[in-house]
């Protein structure tokens, strides 16, 4: 720890700059900055300079004298609030005592809070995911549930993560259109929605219950959600005559931005200011947020209703006309469309691709912004990839992007926190200090999951390498116990069998699961519930590199670097800050919860809750986000894609059961009738998705990219690439061609393309490898290239004096194919599956009948049953199927053995040898060892996965040669059988036939065993394998490593 305090450098948060405006007013503009109208709304597409002119009006009040605290400006989120206020204060110069720029949500929470009685305690806001937790907390409780009198047909679906978020929408929506309890009861007989009486009910009693819990904490705030701030400004506006009053006098100059985003409470809420002057600038065809509450349509009617004077921006300053145009185009397929924008002189560009499928996609885009950055100078800050909502394409970006060194910022609302992978990990980890993720092997996904992060730096081949060493050390007591049940016991116990050094990455995470649990052990004590901030920062200070450094750090000194993996670790930091925000306000706002209703609300989330955390600004980096995340915002170049049939538009109904949409749209509508009001919400939705494809389109200030996918029975273009392709092409989209992906500009890339050319002498090429290599560009350098280094040694694996361990199986695998055997050896192999602890158990379960020899079948039956877990980590009909495939084999050999009419006697079961034989240190055990009347010994070996074979393959075979080797070597541990060997058999237990097949061996020469064991010996530790066809060979584990096969032919091969 020292050393990392010595290195650690001190940082310098320093503001990004904001350039002052060089603002030029148009005709247009200068007719609304000069306006002096008290009521005035402004209508203006993308790019027509509605924020400048905002800006430039708020400007002008000031410089006339108005005082900037009488200002106020009014907008549709936090990020957009920052960013107007920066551009009027360094416009103006002004200071004011307060944000001249709010949020509806900010003035409305400002106004509940203005004391009229100082003892009344103030508001605190409580998320949107701590309220979809509260009301599922408050369905699952007995108690209230009753109250709300829920119908016996909706009783299953009250637990129910979808029924809870479902309620909360539609207390969402009645509250922000002032509904009470009783009107939304009345609203329901009205509309004939049966279930809005009982969620009506639940309303009341979750707004009673949420000041209950609250009101008796000392010096404990009322909580109040979303939906609630304000309709209960507006209540304070109208009952109380003082607040009322001061709010009036207080602002004499109200501007609000994106007037189409605002509801009808918030537009009551407006009017109740009545302010002298009061400027509205708004674009129907731009909203985003109508899944929101917001009423675009409506603009219109309220700005007439309320006699505003009308002004229209009508010239495109942001975009050039390629880019204008195809917004035109857009807008004129609205139901109420737009005035056309009049283009600039600026040409712009715009490239619209059909491809093969979502990764060639995400490639193309790649090498569009790759090519922009390296020929045009564009900046990468000044590229976005925009998405309709997160998914699939988020992840095919990612690794395009990765491919060709482009470093990428990802939006919060385009990954949910939970699903960030440098968040799971800490998620996984808490639940399981909880208890409520047990360390089990039906689990291990997201136990391997972990190992695999950063927070275990493991990968499949470090974790076969463990299972390997682990195996190795399994008791004759524990056959049937699982290489991952060991692991798991392992990270469970911070206990090991192995030196440390050998399971780090078990050891990493042990450590911080230990870190986790006593925590929770020392705040769990009594009724205390631990707190969940405290729990997460045990785990994040907890955990370690292999190098034993902090990963706060480690991600510290990345970040720091900078270039691709800097940004990532970026990106990663701002992730865990947001969740210890979000852990603290949980915390804070809902004092003795349990903590598991944190991470469940984080795991249900679809995108990031909204946690007020402080980020680094990025560098140069490309952001990639949803078009809701992209509003406001503008680059130079703009890549959209996902347009495919089905996702972008998604007109699927919204539907639901207790139908938040249907209120909406009757109370937009005044309609009554169930198709009438189905019928709106139908239409609106083709609206809201075109408006979403305009944002996404005006986004883009000198370049366009779009594209999608035609991939046969999976997805085709939809409707909005179509009008794209033909507003661009002037051809039917139809016949597009599907794009051929370009060459990748990247070094790698071109280096593949001049080698390939060297295949036709092309010297030209030549000479540009050789400039590449000089350039030290390592993938150009001939010694780096597959097939251009000689081998690295030809000594043996083993020096001619070291012993080598020989088994009768390796004796058999070897004799097959030297090279699978020598992979498999090296860990090759995957850990144990199914069949092989299968294999594993049978064997033990028919050892038992040696020092049992009572038992039944059935008693038998039943340990396979109560082990089974530990085998089978399959779940349903495929742990069924596999269960009973077990019980097949296990009754197979029980009646063998029961009706074994043979003269032998069983000697032995799981009998152990050991022997010195020349190089070799022949060993193994034998499954049973029988001894016949005459006291010679005979080796039976079961199979239960292999397939059956001849006899004169059962004959030659070398397992059985070598266990009889071993008896005439007298080289059992244990009490001896014998000396004279009777024979040997295999004993098949998984073929078709309804009993057991046995292939047995005829006594085999001793001497002759013994010299090819002794060459085996020799072979095993030589400097080369050989590869060997056989009928094997179609299901060989290691095909792709083998030359003679087509999956592991080198590329370089002819």
């Not at 081949?461 to 390997?468: D, E, P, V």
């Not at 029980?894 to 040898?913: C, D, I, P, Q």
Request: with cysteine; aromatic share 6%; glycine share 6%.
């Amino acid at each position: 720890m020292a050393r990392n305090e010595r290195s650690a450098r001190k940082i310098e948060l320093i503001r990004p700059v904001v350039e002052p405006s060089n603002f030029v007013a148009t005709a247009e503009q200068k007719l609304v900055i000069e306006s002096d109208v008290s009521r005035l709304i402004v209508f203006g597409g993308p790019g027509t300079g509605k924020t400048s002119t905002l800006v430039e009006t708020v400007v002008s009040q000031i410089k006339s004298g108005i005082d900037p605290n009488s200002i106020l400006v009014l907008t549709y989120g936090r990020e957009r609030a920052s960013e107007l206020r920066d551009k009027i204060v360094i416009q103006s110069g002004a200071n004011a005592f307060e944000p001249i720029v709010r949020t509806f949500h900010s003035l409305a929470f400002s106004i509940i809070n203005t004391q009229v009685d100082s003892d009344d305690p103030k508001y605190v806001l409580i998320s949107g995911a701590e309220q979809d937790s509260f009301i599922r907390e408050l369905l699952a409780n007995p108690e209230y549930s009753p109250q709300a009198k829920w119908p016996k047909v909706l009783e299953p679906a009250l637990s129910t993560k979808g029924f809870a978020r479902e309620l909360r929408d539609l207390i969402l929506r009645a509250s922000e259109r002032n509904f009470t309890y009783k009107g939304l009861i009345e609203r329901g007989h009205l509309l004939n929605e049966p279930w809005w009486e009982p969620a009506a009910n639940f309303w009341k009693i979750y707004d009673e219950i949420l000041g209950i819990r609250y009101g008796f904490i000392s010096g404990a705030a009322k909580r109040i959600d979303s939906s609630s701030i304000i309709s209960q400004a507006i209540s304070d506006l109208k009952s109380k005559a003082k607040i009322r009053e001061s709010f009036q006098n207080k602002f004499k100059v109200i501007v609000i931005d994106e007037f189409q985003e605002s509801d009808n409470s918030q537009r009551q809420l407006l009017d109740l200011l009545a302010s002298d002057r009061v400027t509205l600038f708004a674009d129907p065809q731009s909203a985003i947020g109508q899944f929101r509450g917001a009423d675009p349509e409506g603009v219109r009617a309220y700005a007439l209703s309320n006699n505003y004077k009308e002004l229209s921006l009508t010239t495109a300053i942001r975009t050039p006309a390629a880019i204008t145009n195809l917004s035109n185009v857009i807008s004129s397929k609205f139901r109420i469309p737009g005035k056309p924008i009049q283009a600039t002189e600026a040409a712009g560009k715009i490239d619209v691709a059909k491809l093969a499928s979502q990764s060639d996609c995400a490639n193309y885009i790649a090498h569009a912004f790759r090519t922009a950055h390296l020929r045009d100078g564009i900046a990468w800050s000044q590229m976005a990839v925009i998405l309709r909502s997160p998914g699939a394409g988020v992840s095919a970006i990612s690794r395009a992007f990765a491919l060709n060194n482009i470093p990428i910022q990802i939006d919060s609302d385009a990954q949910a926190l939970g699903e960030n992978p440098a968040i799971k990990p800490i998620l996984t980890i808490a639940q399981i200090a909880l208890g409520k993720i047990k360390l089990i092997p039906s689990n291990w996904d997201l136990i391997e999951e972990v190992l695999f992060s950063e927070f275990g730096g493991a990968d499949p081949l470090s974790l076969r390498q463990m299972r390997i060493d682990i195996g190795k050390l399994r008791e004759p007591g524990d056959e049937a116990k699982a290489s991952t049940q060991i692991v798991l016991e392992i990270i469970d116990n911070n206990d090991a069998p192995l030196p440390w050094e050998q399971l780090l990455s078990l050891k990493r995470i042990a450590d911080v699961i230990s870190e986790a649990r006593k925590v929770v052990r020392m705040n769990s004590k009594g009724a205390n519930k631990v707190d969940i901030a405290d729990l997460i920062w045990a785990i994040w200070s907890s955990a370690k590199n292999y190098e034993g450094d902090a990963l706060a750090n480690v991600w510290r000194s990345r970040a720091l670097k900078g270039g691709m993996r800097g940004a990532a670790a970026d990106r990663d930091l701002d992730a865990v800050i947001t969740l210890f925000e979000s852990a603290r306000r949980f915390s804070e706002r809902m004092p003795g919860s349990d903590p598991q209703l944190f991470l469940d609300q984080l795991l249900s989330e679809s995108i990031q809750s909204d946690a007020i955390a402080a980020r680094g600004q990025r560098g140069e980096v490309v952001s990639v986000m949803t078009v809701h995340s992209a509003k406001g915002l503008e680059w130079d170049l703009v890549a959209i894609t996902g347009l495919q049939e089905g996702i972008w538009p998604n007109l699927k109904a919204r539907g639901s059961l207790l139908g938040s949409e249907r209120l909406v749209e009757s109370e937009r509508t005044q309609a009554t009738a169930r198709r009438e009001i189905e019928a709106s919400a139908a239409n609106a939705l083709v609206e809201d998705e075109r408006r979403l494809l305009k944002v996404a389109i005006s986004r883009a200030k000198s370049a366009l990219v779009v594209t999608a996918y035609s991939k046969e029975d999976d997805s085709e273009p939809s409707q909005y690439f179509e009008e794209i392709y033909e507003a661009v092409h002037r051809i039917s989209s139809i016949e597009a061609e599907t794009v051929e992906l370009p060459r990748s500009l990247t070094p790698q890339a071109l280096v593949s393309t001049l080698r390939q050319n060297l295949e036709n002498s092309d010297e030209f090429s030549a000479r540009l490898l050789r400039t590449l290599a000089a350039r030290d560009i390592q993938s150009a350098k001939v010694e780096n290239w597959l097939g251009g280094l000689s081998l690295s040694t030809t000594e043996p694996i083993l020096p001619n004096d070291e012993q080598v361990s020989v088994s009768p199986s390796n004796l058999q695998s070897f004799s097959e194919c030297g090279l699978k055997w020598f992979i498999e050896k090296s860990g090759g192999r995957d850990g144990d599956s199914t069949a092989q602890l299968l294999g594993i158990a049978i064997h033990s379960l028919a050892a038992m009948l040696k020092g049992e020899p009572g038992l039944t079948f059935d008693e038998l039956a039943t340990r396979l049953e109560n082990g089974w877990q530990l085998i089978d980590g399959n779940k349903g009909w495929v742990r069924d199927y596999q269960f009973k495939l077990a019980l097949e084999k296990l009754e197979k050999f029980y009646k063998w053995h029961a009706g074994n009419k043979s003269n032998r006697t069983l000697f032995a079961v799981e009998a152990e040898f050991k022997k010195v034989i020349g190089r070799a240190l022949f060993n193994g055990s034998v499954d049973r060892v029988e001894v016949d009347s005459e006291g010679r010994v005979y080796i039976v070996d079961l199979k239960t996965g292999a397939p059956d074979i001849s006899k004169k393959k059962a004959e030659d075979h070398k397992q059985l040669a070598g266990y009889q080797l071993a008896v005439y070597e007298e080289a059992f541990t244990g009490d001896s059988p014998g000396t004279e060997s009777a024979g040997a058999e295999l004993l098949f237990l998984g073929t078709d036939t309804k009993s057991a097949s046995a292939k047995p061996q005829p006594v085999k020469d001793h001497e002759t065993i013994k010299a090819e064991v002794i060459a085996a010996a020799d072979a095993m530790s030589a400097n080369e394998f050989t590869a060997t066809v056989n009928d094997r060979c179609r299901m060989c584990a290691v095909k792709g490593l083998c030359p003679i096969q087509p999956q592991g032919r080198s590329v370089i091969d002819k």
